[in-house]
T-cell receptor
Framework: GAGVSQSPSNKVTEKGKDVELRCDPI?????LYWYRQRLGQGLEFLIY????????KSGLPSDRFSAERTGESVSTLTIQRTQQEDSAVYLC?????????????FGPGTRLTVL | AQKITQTQPGMFVQEKEAVTLDCTYDTSDPSYGLFWYKQPSSGEMIFLIYQGSYDQQNATEGRYSLNFQKARKSANLVISASQLGDSAMYFC?????????????FGAGTRLAVHP
């Protein structure tokens, strides 16, 4: 079956522009997570969706970052007025349900470069 | 606050030898889970193994085993019979089960190089 997909795979933008990153989770997965991975570092949690609600947005670094999810499918992470420190790989993951232990299935990531 | 510490930025191992990657964690919550993920140069995150805080036995998955020492708050990954394809970044991560969902807190990672 299809795994988690993300688009675009690479995005180069100029400082100050807005970008949208897309995540298509595995069908039927109700939980969706966004993470950021700066070069040479571990992953930082950004936001969690259960269905189309976001009970935990605690990892969003500033109000320039926002995300939404349509039902239990596609999610979009939007970064407004991008800054050079936003350059990173943005990873999306999904899992079958929220509570308890479930393996998270990761997408290939979107590499964002802000010039 | 929860924290994962991986103190080995890089490790080397000879092919066919075993290697241990260190991970310590910090939480006051009694219900948590510990994960190890592998990230090859391609960038994908590959789940390797999981250990729950109440699990009585150490987790094993093929050549991977997790040396879980609860009192020391350590969850080291042991890879037996290393293969060249094991060369990658390895991340230890934790989730709080009582939180009701699986927000993962990651360590900084250990880069493993397997030499022929």
């Amino acid at each position: 079956g299809a795994g988690v997909s993300q688009s675009p795979s690479n995005k180069v933008t100029e400082k100050g522009k807005d970008v949208e990153l897309r995540c298509d989770p595995i069908s039927g997965h109700t939980a969706l997570y966004w993470y950021r991975q700066r070069l040479g570092q571990g992953l930082e949690f950004l936001i969690y969706f259960q269905g189309n609600s976001a009970p935990d947005k605690s990892g969003l670094p500033s109000d320039r970052f926002s995300a939404e999810r349509t039902g239990e499918s596609v999610s979009t992470l939007t970064i407004q007025r991008t800054q050079q420190e936003d350059s990173a790989v943005y990873l999306c993951a999904s899992s079958p349900r929220g509570p308890g232990h479930n393996e998270q299935f990761f997408g290939p990531g979107t590499r964002l470069t802000v010039l | 606050a929860q924290k994962i510490t991986q103190t080995q930025p890089g490790m080397f191992v000879q092919e066919k030898e075993a290697v241990t990657l260190d991970c310590t964690y910090d939480t006051s919550d009694p219900s948590y889970g510990l994960f190890w993920y592998k990230q090859p140069s391609s960038g994908e995150m590959i789940f390797l193994i999981y250990q729950g805080s109440y699990d009585q036995q150490n987790a094993t998955e093929g050549r991977y085993s997790l040396n879980f020492q609860k009192a020391r708050k350590s969850a080291n990954l042991v890879i037996s019979a290393s293969q060249l394809g094991d060369s990658a970044m390895y991340f230890c991560a934790m989730t709080l089960i009582s939180g009701g969902y699986n927000k993962l807190i990651f360590g900084a990672g250990t880069r493993l190089a397997v030499h022929p």
